[in-house]
C-alpha cells in the first residue's frame, strides 16, 4: 500500500465511482482500477462492491475509510509543519497553517466557541477551524479514530489510549417553571434529584448517578433546547450546567434551583503517541486562555 492508493481510494468511496473519481484526481480512469486492484490485493479482499451504478463500499471498506482520511489528514499536517519550520518558524506564528478538529461537550461548546475563535483566528488566520459538539461517548470515539485532534469531555473512565487533562467545573441547577414548589426553594441535594421528574442528557445522568447512585429520569434526552422546551411544557424539571443561563437564550424565563454537591469536571482529551500539529498546538493553547476567561467571568470553576 502506498499514499497514492490512499488518495485513490477516498475518491473512489468519497464520489462513488472509479469514473468519477478518475475525474477529480484528474488521471486515466484505468490507472485508478489498477491502483484499487493492487490495494485490495493487499488488504486481501475486496474493498468495494462494483457495479454499472457504481463502487459501493464493502464492511471492510468502510472500516478502512476512517483509517484512511486519518492517513491523509496526517500527511497534510506533517507537510504544513515541516514547510512552515524550513520557512524559518521555530514556534507559533502568523504563518501557521492547517485544519483543527474540535469537539466539545454542547453546554461547553455554547460557553467558549464564540470568543474562542474570534480570537484564535485573528492569531492564526491560516488555520481552518471545525468546531463540533458531541457527547463523550461520540466524541472519544472519533478522537480514537483520529477524525479529530482533541476532546473537551467528562466522566471518561478507563481509556488507555487517550490522556486527559482537566479544564474546569461546571455547576449544575434544575430548571423548573417560575411559581413552582420547586422554584421557591434556596437549593436542592442531589440526592434529592431522584425523587423529581427529571429531565436529564445521557452524559449528565452518567456522571450524576457516578456520584449519588441511581437515578429514575422521566426522560433522558441530549438536546438542551429541546429540554428547555419540555420543562416549559411540565413534562418535568431539567437538570443542566448552570452556565446555559448565561449562553442560552432557551433557557430564560425557567427558575433555577442550584443542586448542591453535584458539579461536572470537564477534560481535554487528546489521543497518546499522536504527534500533534503546529496548529493544534496553538489552538490547544488559546482553548485554555479562553476557559481561563470563562473561569474568571464565573461562567466555570477552576479544576
Known amino acids: 500500500m502506498d499514499l497514492r492508493q490512499v488518495r485513490y481510494f477516498v475518491a473512489v468511496a468519497e464520489k462513488g465511482s472509479i469514473s468519477a473519481a478518475a475525474g477529480v484526481l484528474h488521471v486515466a480512469q484505468s490507472a485508478v482500477s489498477r491502483q484499487m486492484r493492487l490495494l485490495e490485493e493487499s488488504m486481501g479482499g475486496p474493498l468495494f462492491h462494483r457495479s454499472i451504478a457504481g463502487a459501493e463500499l464493502t464492511d471492510s471498506g468502510l472500516m478502512f475509510l476512517e483509517r484512511a482520511r486519518f492517513i491523509l489528514r496526517e500527511v497534510e499536517s506533517a507537510t504544513h509543519d515541516v514547510s512552515n519550520f524550513n520557512r524559518g518558524m521555530r514556534g507559533f506564528h502568523h504563518d501557521v497553517r492547517g485544519t483543527v478538529r474540535v469537539s466539545s461537550a454542547p453546554t461547553v461548546g455554547q460557553a467558549i466557541y464564540g470568543g474562542l475563535a474570534l480570537h484564535f483566528r485573528e492569531r492564526f488566520p491560516q488555520v481552518r477551524l471545525e468546531l463540533a459538539e458531541s457527547w463523550t461517548e461520540d466524541a472519544l470515539h ?26 474546569m467545573q461546571q455547576e449544575t441547577a434544575v430548571f423548573c417553571l417560575p411559581g413552582s414548589k420547586l422554584a421557591g426553594r434556596p437549593s436542592v441535594h442531589a440526592r434529592e434529584l431522584r425523587k423529581l421528574p427529571i429531565i436529564i442528557s445521557q452524559g449528565l445522568r452518567h456522571s450524576l448517578e457516578a456520584q449519588h447512585g441511581a437515578m429514575q429520569p422521566v426522560l433522558q434526552i441530549d438536546g438542551t433546547e429541546v429540554a428547555a422546551q419540555l420543562t416549559r411544557d411540565s413534562i418535568g424539571v431539567a437538570v443542566m450546567p448552570s452556565s446555559v443561563l448565561r449562553t442560552s437564550s432557551a433557557w430564560q424565563g425557567l427558575t433555577a434551583v442550584p443542586v448542591r454537591q453535584f ?13 500533534v500539529s503546529l496548529a493544534a498546538k496553538a489552538f490547544q493553547a488559546a ?11 464565573s461562567l466555570f470553576l477552576p479544576p
Open 142 to 167: 472519533r478522537l480514537s479514530a483520529g477524525s479529530i485532534d482533541m476532546a473537551i469531555v467528562s466522566d471518561p473512565g478507563n481509556q488507555e489510549h487517550i490522556q486527559f487533562t482537566p479544564l
Open 263 to 275: 458539579s461536572v469536571t470537564r477534560m481535554l482529551a487528546v489521543a497518546k503517541g499522536r504527534p
Open 287 to 297: 482553548m485554555q486562555e479562553q476557559v481561563a476567561r470563562c473561569i474568571g467571568d
